[in-house]
């Protein structure tokens, strides 16, 4: 079964960073665009950030020259490295591939709080 699994959240102070990975098994992770969703509870998740099959990035204006998304289709790992993080970027993050391939994951939970 195609699984993916999120990690690498916690509870950071305004202005700090975190990175989360995710890791999917099978053998079709390099053929999908990637994408890191973020939602905030009772609202449907949104896309904040996307990676090609070969490495093209794209993010949303929220989070535009904060967050770094990165891809290895040898270890078929996604991560998201987060910076500067913001009071708003607090929700539960999670990764899927940008058609929605995967059956979703728990998610992980991102805390910015002073």
């Known amino acids: 079964q195609v699984q993916l699994v999120e990690s690498g959240g916690g509870l950071v102070q305004p202005g700090g960073s975190l990175r989360l990975s995710c890791a999917a098994s099978?053998?079709?992770?390099?053929?999908?665009?990637m994408g890191w969703y973020r939602q905030y509870p009772g609202k449907p998740r949104d896309l904040v950030a996307q990676?090609?099959?070969?490495?093209?990035?794209y993010y949303a204006d929220s989070v535009k020259g904060r967050f770094i998304i990165s891809r290895d289709n040898v270890k078929n790992t996604l991560d998201l490295q987060m910076n500067n993080l913001k009071p708003e970027d607090t929700a539960t993050y999670y990764c899927?591939?940008?058609?929605?391939?995967?059956?979703w994951g728990q998610g992980t939970q991102v805390s910015v709080s002073s």
């Open positions: 899927n591939s940008i058609s929605w391939s995967y059956s």
């Open positions: 099978g053998s079709s992770f390099r053929r999908y665009g």
């Open positions: 990676i090609t099959r070969d490495g093209a990035t």
